[in-house]
Structures are given as structure tokens and as C-alpha cells.
């Protein structure tokens, strides 16, 4: 039962309709907060209860301090549930677990069920395989259903079986995009006591990319797979009122530079500051200027800079765009009206209480390009050459112990990529185009390794830097028509002057919704991306999820030989190791239309700015400079093409997919019948022998260390989502299942299955354990004998032995996507506790929910400053602090004979988590919650 405490409650009229709102001027002193902070306000007066939501949390956040690192806690309930398929079936395959769970315990249930809307789109699980031709869509498409049948039944049966739970089939969208263009409300409504209420359209989504839509006023972030299923099942999320940090934008963008360049600059420049566990706002006079794509573009970006949301107004630029996508006029009045009546609606010239303000002159910025592993390495265009010469040093020189080679880590099922049937480099002459290169190249230092190949019946030589992989992939781009046509009118001009793409590059295109391929046709510059090789591959995100398929047959084949330290160039948003594919070892991101220019050029050793892509049939050297559209070009092709009967159109069957996903055949029931021989979908082990009441939490002794990982180790590295090689655990347990090696699929659509999500953790073949110096990836030693093994063989005899076991990192540990299985591996291998210099926030979080303790070093503390080496005993005490968890803990640390100790932080941050953490996790916690009120 809701109260109104601060008499909020009130009325809107707008049009024909009455709606309810809580007023957000009753509260003074509101008008000074932050966008998403007035937006948090209006959640908790609308859901105020004097229980869980008090009186008390709304005046912490009347009176937030934008000056204090640790604000109070409150109660977020978010509108709605976005998720994608590699983190959303994991998601209904605990709720059907929780369901027989809840059986098991003698409650009924039905009580299991989404209480808010949750809405999941099946886009990560196409893999580029085929490409280069026009039969690459169907034919990876008919793969993706084959492939992913048992994963798709099992979303169908949700979609019956749970209430308010919506599926978008395959070949649709990405998840982002498709919430961009057609999810997203911006204003909410809601039937509630015989009442219609209009609020803040609100969100969390299984994937760290759901700030996208902040760029559309709608507040979201990313959160866990288990963090979402508390939000479903109408668990609020806890949380500390964040500080908000100001980006004060002036100027304009300059000719030549794209919302890609914007937002690498602006992840560079957020992450120097330090935003990570933040709110992001932009605001000031050039907001208006920033088009509501390339909003998108950098909310989406949001987790390369570390912040939790980045947010942008309500403004005119959103109600076209919302026009323009199709929504109703009806729902359109509904923003405008309600933006304004709640100050939501953007004032140039008023300025918040911000943390701190930062300023971004627009006309700053330049042509980028971000990487080799890490998005927030922005590179000058011009500098690019230089700037890889002086990564080579590193990466080139050494041949790394336990590393892949080509045999044993070919990319993805499939032994070869299906070839495209007339590859568009065919007749492009070699790399190096003249002599005069050459020298150049060797006067720079350039490391050299030539390795001739014949591709589709052309010679070519393969090299360190050359760009092996070529993909407009990933919703950070391709929800964005100016940098979109931009690439297709760059290939036109490349076309018109001759050129073709190099024959050792795979080229690939990923839009983020099918109405990308409409105002491509439309406009009539298809036919030129084909001819480069840049045929659609499918709608999902592909390369940047790590399903980029495998490369080239013949260039496979001289990397793993010559060792080649190969790149990949993609429009995505993420390039961490080992995630676009094993044997690439760098990989940039960049705009679209560079994609193809690096295509044309194919290798980082060309200087964009100053040296030409290649030479034509003619032998005439044409430049970057000569192919790119000017900013006219490319706002005639927008203004002539993009319509909002695309969208409208595109999106009237969202939900009815193909004869594939139709023709299904689903079981009925309450209960899903598990199917023991599926190496796909299993019953998750995370209730058994889970008790009505929580066991009292003990102190952990006799540990071992399973890894010691250094700086900015992600949850890719800790539960890679790409390819399973053939002699890991993984695919030891495949094969041994009669699973065919071409039938592997990825450690993204295996995530149903916890016996190949267990032996996949810490399998990133980039890992780098400190426990074996010179090896990389899932290696450790297991101690006392020493002897060196794969981590999820080492955790199985640690199990037999009755060892409890911990892992040591350094800062930001478990950075990058919102990934449930780096929490969950986590605590199956046997893990109790992690100790690091930091986290991001996700993975913390994570660890909470899964009952794994994460604790932090003291300023200035690390593994190396403690000497500590990783082949010690741990014993970690006074965990407990009477009926709670203590703020420190006591670490000793045993090694020969010698006993040391020091003092570790809990970060365990809120009560809300001590309770997950005494639950052994969030969903025991809410299980038994439901079944109290059962």
C-alpha cells in the first residue's frame, strides 16, 4: 500500500486523457537536482510505503550532498526489464530453477513470476560465418535456429508461461536498438488502483549497454542476470544515491568528424576523471545540437567510461526523434506535457547541482580511432601508424607459453567461414603497393613476418598489422543513420574510384534493425557495400559479442604459423583481449565509414590522412580524403531516406518471427520439463539443499588462491562469451557429450548450462594468471604440490579436498559487460571471497548476489606492496558483525611457517546487500521472501 507523505499526488491532464503524477514541486529544493536525480525522486514518491520506501530516503535525496562520496541508500524500483539472449536465458532458466524450488519448499509456483514488464530480444546469438555474398543472411540466420533450437524453446515456454514477459525473435534487432527505436516509452503509464499514473519510463537490462537509451531521457543502466530476476520478480534495487557529474557542451562538431570521434573522446575524457558507479549528464547550449543518435552513440558507451548512466534531456530534439521512429501522436503529447509540468524538459540556461563540471568544446574534436584493448584508448587518426609501431614492441617480440595456435583455437564451430562466392578483393593488388611503401615502413621499425597467401586465387601477403577483420557491427553505430549512410556513400565513392577491399580482410555488416537496410535500399547504396564485401551477415551483434566467425581459411592459417600479431577494426563498443577473436590480437574501434577505409587500406601501417587506401585499376593512388561524403551529402541522404514509416512498419509483427521460431512446438505447464541429455539447458544447482531459514555466515580458513590477476581483469576474462576450444574443459565436456566440434557453438549460448559455464570461467585465452609467469589463459597451479593444471580441474580437486579458495586482483576487477556468469563460475569453482584494489561496480554487485565476499585492500595495500605470491593459506575471520556483516575483516596469510596478517574492507555497501549476502545470495533472498508471503 502506497502513502503521499509530501502530498505529491496529483493530476495531469493532457488531450482527451486524465493521468495520475506525483508532483516533483512539492518537494523544495528540487528544481536545484540533477535530471536523473529528479527522475530517482519521483520513483520513490510513487512507490513510497513507509517500509521499504520511506519518507526518510526521500529527504536523503531532497538534501543529497552532490559533494559526498557516500550519499545514503535507497529503494530504486525501475519500470521494466530489458534483456538479451546469452544474459536473458540464464535469466528464465533460474526462474523456471526457482520455480521447482519453491515446490521443493511447499509453496505454490505460480508465486514466481515477473512482476513488472520484462521485455528480452534475441540478438547475440548470430555468428558471422558466411559473408561477402547475398546468401550471408539467410544462410547464417538457418545456422543461428539450428544451432539455438533448445535455447529458443525455452524462451517460447517463458514467454507462455510467465506473465508479462515479451520475447523478440531472431533476425530482428539488437536489444538497444530495438529498445531505442520502439521499447522505450520516455514517459510510462500504467493501470494501478483503478487509476492510469504517468511517470518516468525507467529500466535496468541484463546487458551494460542499456544506457543507450539515456540518450532518449530514459533513465537505465546495466545491471547483472541476477539483479535483474530480484527486479522482475518486484524486488527494488538498493542503492546509494550516486554523485552526477556535469559535461557542459559548447561548440559544434567539425566537417569530417562523427558521433564515433564524440564519443571516444568523451569516454577518454570520463575515464581519466574517474566516473566509474556515476551518473553522467550533459547539459548547456550545444545540447541542441547533438542529434538524438549520437545521444545514443554515447550513453551506450557509458561502461567504457565506467559510469552507471549517462543521461540527456528531455528536449525538441527527442520529440522528433520519437516522431520519427513512429510513436503515436497521442504518446508524443504524453512526454512534451509531462517533461514540462515535472521539470524534466531541458533549460540551456540552467545549471544543476553537479558533483563537478566538466567542459567539452565540440569543435575539439577529431578523427579517432580507440584500442588495442581497451575502449578508452583514443588514438588521433594521424597518429594511428605511430601509435600501433609502439605497441608491437610487447605483443610481437615474444611467443607466449600456453598460448593459441591456429589448430587449437580456430575461432568458432565451424572449421572454415562459409566463403563468400565472389569475394570482393579478388582482383585487389598486394599490400604493398610500391617500393617507396616499403621503405617507409621499414625506416618507421615496423616488425615484419610477410607470409604469402593465394586468396580466392589471388596472391597476398599477410603481415603484423594488417587488418584481418573488418565489421560495422554493434548498436553503438548502427542505430545512428548519419555515420550509417555516411559508410555507405564512403563505399559508393571507393566504388566509383576503383577501389576494392584487400582480399585478407573479412568484411561484415551487423545493423542494429532491419530498418537500416531499409534506407540503405532506399537510397540505393546496397549495391555498393556489396560490391565491397559489406553484405549483411544478420541483425545482432555479431563481431562485438566475439561472433565474428573465423577468419579467412588461408590468413588463419599464416597467422597461427608466422605468428602474425594481426587487428580487427569494428564499429563496436567493446575490444577487450580475446573477445573478437582468439587469434587477433589487437582490435580498434572506429566509425563506420573508417571500417571500410581501413578495409580499402587493410592494415594499420597506412596513415588515413596522408597515404593513399590503395591504387586503382588504372595504377592512380586515391585517398581517404577523395572517397569521404561531405556533411551536405550525408544530410541529404538522411533527410531523403530515413522516414518514419520504416519504423512503423518494421516494427508491426515485432513479435511474430519466422516460420522457424512459429512453427515451434511448446510444452504447457507451470513447471518446465527438463531435459537431462540437453548440453544446452540444465537445471542449475543453485537451490539444492537450500533450507526455509538462512545458515548463520562462518569465517573462511585453510584457502588457496585459485588465480592472482593484475589491473583492468573483465568479466570477459573471467567468463568469455566467444569461441570453446576443442581441448579445454569446455569442450572436453561437449565432446564427450557427442557434441561435434562444428556444433560447439560459444560460451554465450552455453550459459543455460552451468556444467560448460563452470569449466568456461577464468577460459579467456588472453587471461593471464600470475600464478603461471609466461602462460596465458585458463592455467593455475594447485597448491601445495605445485603442479600446473587448468583452473577448473584445480578447483575439482581443491572440492575433494575440502578446500575453500579465494582470488586475488589488482583495480577494476571484473570491468566491462554486465555478466552474470563471472559471478556465478565464480562461486560454482568454489570461490568464497575475492580480494582487490577495486571493482566496478556490475561485478561487485554480482559477487554479492552469487554469496561470494568481495573484499577490497586498504589505500595503498595490493598484493605486490603485502608480498603476497599466491601459493599461501588464507584464512579470513571476522566476516560477521553480530546478526550482520562486519565493515573489515582480518586476512592471515601461512606460508612457510611465517604468519602475517592485514586488514581488508568488506564492500558490501548497503543493508540491502548484507542481506543478499546472508541469504547466500539474492535469490535465496527473495525466494524466501515469496515464500514467507506465500
Known sequence: MTTNSFDSRDQLAVGAKTYEIHRLDRIEGSARLPYSLKVLLENLLRNEDGTVVTGAQIEALRDWDPASEQNPEIQYTPARVLMQDFTGVPCVVDLVAMRDAMTDLGGPPSKINPQIPAELVIDHSVIAEAFASAAAFGLNSQLEFERNKERYQLLRWGQQAFDDFLVVPPDTGICHQVNLEYLS????????????????????????????????????????????????????????????????????????????????????LLRSIGVVGKFVEFFGPSVQHVPLATRATIGNMSPEYGSTATMFPIDDVTLDYLRLTGRSDEQIALVEAYAKEQGLWHDP??????????????????????????????????????????????????????????????????????????????????????????????????PSNPADVIVNGRDAIVDHGDVVIAAITSCTNTSNPSVMLAAALLAKHAVEKGLKTRPWVKTTLAPGSRVVTDYFDRSGLTPYLDQLGFNLVGYGCTTCIGNSGPLIPEVSRAVGENDLNVSAVLSGNRNFEGRIHPEVRMNFLASPPLVIAYALAGSLHTDLLTEPLNTNDAGEPVYLRDIWPSEEEIQQAVDENVEASMFTKGYSDVYAGDDNWRSMTIADGDVYDWDGTSTYIQRPPFFDGMTREPQPIADISGARVLAKLGDSVTTDHI??????????????????????????NSYGSRRGNHHVMIRGTFAN??????????????????????????????????????????????????????????????????????????????????????????????????????????DEVYSISGIADGDGVADEVTVTVESGGETRKFQAKVRIDTPAEAAYYLNDGILQYVLRNLLAKA
Do not use: C
Not at 720 to 742: C, F, Q
Not at 813 to 842: C, F, H, N, P
Open 349 to 446: 540556461d540552467h545549471v544543476p547541482d553537479f558533483s563537478r563540471i566538466v567542459d567539452l568544446d565540440l569543435s575539439t574534436v577529431e578523427p579517432s580511432i580507440a584500442g588495442p584493448t581497451r575502449p578508452q584508448d583514443r588514438i588521433p587518426l594521424g597518429d594511428a601508424p605511430r601509435t600501433v609501431l609502439g605497441l608491437f614492441g610487447d605483443q610481437t617480440q615474444q611467443r607466449v607459453a600456453g598460448g593459441i595456435d591456429s589448430a587449437s583455437a580456430a575461432s568458432f564451430p565451424a572449421s572454415d567461414p562459409i566463403a563468400p562466392g565472389s569475394h570482393s578483393g579478388d582482383d585487389a593488388p598486394p599490400r604493398h603497393t610500391s617500393a617507396a611503401q616499403l621503405t617507409a615502413n621499414e625506416k618507421l621499425g615496423w
Open 765 to 870: 585465452v588472453r587471461l593471464r594468471n600470475q600464478l603461471v609467469p609466461g602462460v596465458e589463459g585458463g592455467f593455475t597451479k594447485h597448491w601445495p604440490d605445485g603442479e600446473q593444471t587448468t583452473i577448473y580441474d584445480a578447483s575439482v580437486a581443491y572440492e575433494k579436498e575440502g578446500v575453500p579458495l579465494v582470488v586475488i586482483a589488482g583495480k577494476d576487477y571484473g570491468s566491462g559487460s554486465s555478466r552474470d556468469w563471472a559471478a556465478k563460475g565464480t562461486r560454482l569453482l568454489g570461490v568464497r571471497a575475492v580480494i582487490a584494489q577495486s571493482y566496478e561496480r556490475i561485478h561487485r554487485s554480482n559477487l554479492i548476489g552469487m554469496g561470494v565476499l568481495p573484499l577490497q585492500f586498504h589505500d595503498g595495500d595490493s598484493a605486490e606492496s603485502l608480498n603476497l605470491t599466491g
Open 719 to 744: 567468463s568469455p562469451a566467444g569461441a570453446i576450444k576443442l581441448d579445454s574443459p569446455a569442450g572436453r565436456y561437449l565432446t564427450d557429450h557427442g557434441v561435434e566440434r562444428k556444433d560447439f
Open 185 to 268: 516509452r520516455v514517459t510510462f503509464t500504467r493501470d494501478r488502483g483503478g487509476v492510469t499514473q504517468a511517470y518516468p519510463d525507467t529500466l535496468v537490462g541484463t546487458d551494460s549497454h542499456t544506457p543507450m537509451v539515456n540518450g532518449l531521457g530514459v533513465l537505465g543502466w546495466g545491471v547483472g542476470g541476477i539483479e535483474a530476476e530480484a527486479a522482475m520478480l518486484g524486488q527494488p534495487i538498493s542503492m546509494l544515491i550516486p554523485q552526477v557529474i556535469g559535461v557542459r557542451l559548447s561548440g559544434e562538431l567539425s566537417d569530417g568528424t562523427t558521433a564515433t570521434d564524440l564519443v571516444l573522446t568523451v569516454a577518454e
